[in-house]
């Protein structure tokens, strides 16, 4: 365990002494603000329009939940996951092959798996950051925004739920990204495929909703998207977690294959 | 398998029983090919608890290929190695325990600083906390690189990097050394306080060194291993390698055992 945290430890050292972390995390940042604005300055037009053609039925229903938040998170944020988090794991295992500092990793009493553990606890910790940043809109909209009837602007547990569910997209993100630095030497090539298995298992509803029959249900439920939907409208699910759980365990177990492979192939 | 030899020594004697015992290191038939091309093919040697072996041979002959192998880096195709008693291939752990190992290109993060790098491998090498510092400091005076701590390893000269390497070797104070060309890229001054720092470590010690430079054997070294295209061309010490080849130098010698 110690070995393990130390590896972890190294590689976070590595991503906040080099701009990696903070480049990753003000482009980020930005990103997902502009959306927030975004969605925002929607929710204001739409509330506009709705007292002007005199709807107050319509302007209860307008709340920040599903207006603003949940739409950023899911619709957007999970995107830049997407894209982000491949780049930001690419080079855990690829650069160390690359470089043959894996000879150091190999020729020291440390087991596959406390190598492959310590390299995905620094990009959860980095997912986790990152979670912590989408904070920054609920508490936002706490401060300056107010409800309906003196309530609060928001439903905080259901603002929660979706971080959940945006951590556990992110901790995916990040297994696919290890497994695949975890197959080439080469970075670019670790990223492009792991973004594209990602875009994979995103489009797979789409294609899965198009099929009739057990494919179809099979393909649906295959999909990453379907399983974020319960904790983007602020219900618990156990089994999206499974899901999640079970995908990160299935990346994790071949990327420990791959490493242990490069010393029995 | 281990214990037969004990068990019935009529049968299967000499070299592994002796090996349980006498030897720290020892290879048998040790093969390595990349599909068809073969990078050492048959290589058996053993060395003594406390010896230094000069691992001798021309770029390319399968030096580098066999010190990976024996540190567990890369499995061999076939043949066995065992280390202070353990197979390489059994008992990983074990070996990698008793092993430090310097690779040809020293595994160093460019993005930690000296100490860091230090700490990191101290920590990989399951040393803690005050013993670690200790270590450190012992290592660091050994290689003299303590002016160089603080330093980010990716600006450090080829000289210093190589330094650095050997105090990550050195970490932990491990029974068994394999040096892959430890004197590259230093200067002369530095050369010969590596080889020194070597010569030291002989008795507690035992140490495998490559090089194709061939005064650093004659130096450092009690006994040499001769590879060339794969497979030992000769396995004696320095004085009766030259009385065997009637008084030549090991320079002469080398030259007339690898050019074929």
């Given at each position: 365990m110690r070995t393990l945290l130390a590896i972890a430890r190294k590689e976070l050292k590595v991503y906040f002494t080099t701009p990696t972390a903070y480049?990753?995390?003000?482009?980020?940042?930005l990103v997902a603000s502009v959306f927030f604005w975004s969605f925002l300055k929607r929710f204001m037009l739409d509330s506009q329009l709705f007292l002007e053609v005199q709807r107050p039925e319509l302007l209860e229903q307008l709340n920040f939940n599903d207006r603003v938040i949940t739409p950023l998170y899911v619709g957007y944020v999970q995107i830049i996951f997407l894209f982000v988090l491949?780049?930001?794991t690419m080079r855990l295992l690829a650069e160390e092959r690359r470089t043959r500092t894996v000879e150091l990793l190999l020729s020291t009493p440390v087991s596959p798996w406390q190598i492959v553990g310590g390299k995905y606890l620094s990009a959860v910790t980095m997912v986790l950051a990152m979670t912590a940043i989408c904070l920054i809109y609920p508490l936002l909209l706490e401060l300056a925004g107010h409800g309906v009837g003196g309530s609060g602007p928001l439903d905080w547990s259901t603002v929660l739920l979706g971080l959940l569910g945006l951590f556990l997209v992110g901790a995916t993100c990040a297994a696919v990204g290890l497994l695949t630095s975890s197959i080439t030497e080469n970075q670019i090539v670790a990223a492009v495929i792991g973004m594209m298995v990602l875009l994979f298992f995103w489009v797979l509803r789409g294609v899965g909703e198009g099929l009739e029959g057990t494919l179809g249900a099979v393909l649906t439920y295959a999909s990453i998207l379907t399983h974020i939907e319960s904790y983007a409208r602020g219900i618990f699910s156990l089994g999206d977690l499974i899901y999640f759980a079970s995908f990160v365990a299935l990346c994790l177990f071949l990327t420990h294959r791959m490493v242990e492979s490069m010393r029995w192939a | 398998?281990?214990?037969?030899?004990?068990?019935?020594?009529a049968v299967s004697p000499a070299p592994h029983a002796a090996a349980a015992t006498a030897f720290m290191i020892d290879v048998r038939g040790l093969t390595k090919r990349y599909r068809d091309l073969a990078a050492i093919e048959d290589v058996s040697f053993s060395v003594a608890?406390?010896?230094i072996v000069g691992f001798l041979g021309p770029n390319g002959a399968g030096k580098s290929t066999t010190m990976r192998i024996l540190t567990g880096c890369i499995p061999a195709t076939a043949g066995s190695v065992r280390v202070n008693g353990f197979d390489v291939f059994e008992d990983p752990h074990q070996v990698k325990r008793c092993i430090g190992y310097l690779p040809e290109v020293?595994?160093?993060y460019p993005d930690l600083t000296?100490?860091?790098?230090?700490?990191?491998?101290a920590a990989l090498k399951g040393i803690r906390g005050r013993q670690a510092r200790a270590e450190i400091d012992r290592v660091v005076q050994r290689a003299a690189v303590g002016d160089q701590l603080s330093r980010l390893v990716g600006n450090l000269s080829k000289g210093y990097r190589q330094r650095v390497g050997i105090a990550l070797a050195l970490l932990g104070d491990p029974k068994v050394l394999i040096l892959d060309e430890p004197t590259v890229g230093l200067d002369p001054k530095q050369i010969g306080e590596v080889r020194g720092l070597i010569k030291n470590l002989a008795g507690d010690h035992t140490v495998v060194l490559s090089t194709h430079i061939l005064p650093e054997v004659t130096m450092t070294c009690q006994r040499a291993l001769?590879?060339?295209a794969g497979r030992i061309v000769a396995d004696d010490t320095i004085d009766r390698l030259a009385a065997s080849h009637g008084g030549k130098s090991l320079e002469e010698i080398f030259l007339s055992l690898t050019s074929h």
């Open positions: 480049v990753v995390c003000a482009l980020f940042t491949p780049l930001l | 398998m281990s214990d037969r030899p004990a068990a019935d020594p608890a406390g010896e020293p595994p160093l000296a100490l860091e790098q230090l700490q990191f491998v001769i590879i060339a």
